[in-house]
C-alpha cells in the first residue's frame, strides 16, 4: 500500500462511517478502511485511514467521502514509502494473555507457565494476531466454553486469518476434526507458516487443521464435513448477519457459534438474525468497544440436550 487518506472525527462519526462502508456492497475492495482512537487520553477523537496501492482518485475520494452522512470531513492524503503497511503496522506488537493463551510475535519471549499456550504469530499480511480485541475476546470465550464442560468433536473457523483461533481450538480439544477457511488466497500460505512455528499437523484427519479457500460456507469440502459442533466466525457484522442461516444449517442440535467482528452497537441486529435462524444466546463478552457472542443452536426435542455446557447469560468489561 502506498497512499494513505485520513479523516480525524468524533469517535460517533468515524464508526458510522465503518458501518456504512460494512453495508456498501460495492465497495472496491483495493481500498482498505481502519478506524482507531487518536490516543489513550483522548478516547472520543478518532481517525478513519484508508489505504491504497494507487493514488488516490476522484472516484475513490468519493466513496470514502460517501460513508459520512454529511459529507466527509478534511481528508488528509498522503504518499507512503514502499513497504508493507500492514506487516510493519504489526511489528513490535506487544504480547497478550487471553483465557488460557499468551500470544506473541517471534521478537517476543515466550510465556513458560504452567496452564498457558503459547502461540508465535508473526506480523503478516493476514488478520488475527491476537492484539485485537475481537481476536482476544474469542480466545478468552473459547478457554470459558472448555471450562464449562463443552465437548468438540468437529470445529470449523471461517475468517481465519492467521489461523490462530484455529489452533487454540485445536489446543482446547486436541482429538477434534478441524477446518480453517478465509476468502483471503493469501491466508493459506500464512497458515501453513504459522502451523509449522506452533506445531500445528496440516491435514485431514482428527488432530490435524486442514485450510481451505472458501466465501463463507460456500465451499464443498465445508458442507462434507459437517455438521459441527463448533463454529467461529471472526469477520464483521453485516456477513455475520448474511451467514446466520448457513451457520445454523452447518451446526448439530445444541452445537455451538462462536461470533466476533461487530461492534457493541452492531449486537441487536446481529443476534435478531441468529433468533431467526434458530440459534440463542448463551453468553456475551464486552471488550472494548467490541461484543464477543456465544450462541447455541436449538436442540430438536429436549431441553436437556441443549443445556449442556451452556453458562448463564453474562457481560464481561475487560
Known sequence: MSWKITIHAPRPVI????????????????????????????????????????????ADRAAIAALFADGAPKLLVEKLPDTDWLTASQQGLE???????HVHTPERAALDTPGI????????????????????????MLTAMKTSGMVVRNCADIGTGTGLLAFAALDLWPRALATASDIDHVCPAVVANNAGLNGITL??????????????MDHPLLQARGPYDLLIANILAGPL?????????????GGSLLLAGLLETQEPAVRA?????GLRLAARMVNGDWSILWLRKRAGTTARASR???LPEWSRQW
Open 15 to 58: 464508526e458510522a462511517a465503518l458501518i456504512a462502508h460494512e453495508d456498501a456492497w460495492d465497495w472496491d475492495a483495493d481500498i482498505v478502511l481502519s478506524g482507531s482512537e487518536v490516543s489513550e487520553d483522548r478516547p472520543d477523537d478518532w481517525r478513519l485511514e484508508a489505504w491504497l496501492d494507487r493514488k488516490p482518485g476522484t
Open 95 to 101: 504480547p497478550i494473555r487471553a483465557g488460557r493463551f
Open 117 to 140: 499456550t503459547d502461540f508465535v504469530i508473526p506480523a503478516s499480511q493476514a488478520f488475527g494476531t491476537g492484539q485485537h480485541a475481537t481476536t482476544a475476546g474469542c480466545l478468552a
Open 203 to 216: 491435514g485431514a484427519r482428527q488432530g490435524e487443521l486442514t485450510m481451505l479457500v472458501a466465501d463463507g
Open 241 to 253: 448477519i448474511a451467514l446466520s442461516p448457513d451457520f445454523a444449517r452447518a451446526l448439530v442440535p
Open 273 to 277: 438474525a441468529c433468533r431467526r435462524a
Open 308 to 310: 449442556a455446557g451452556q
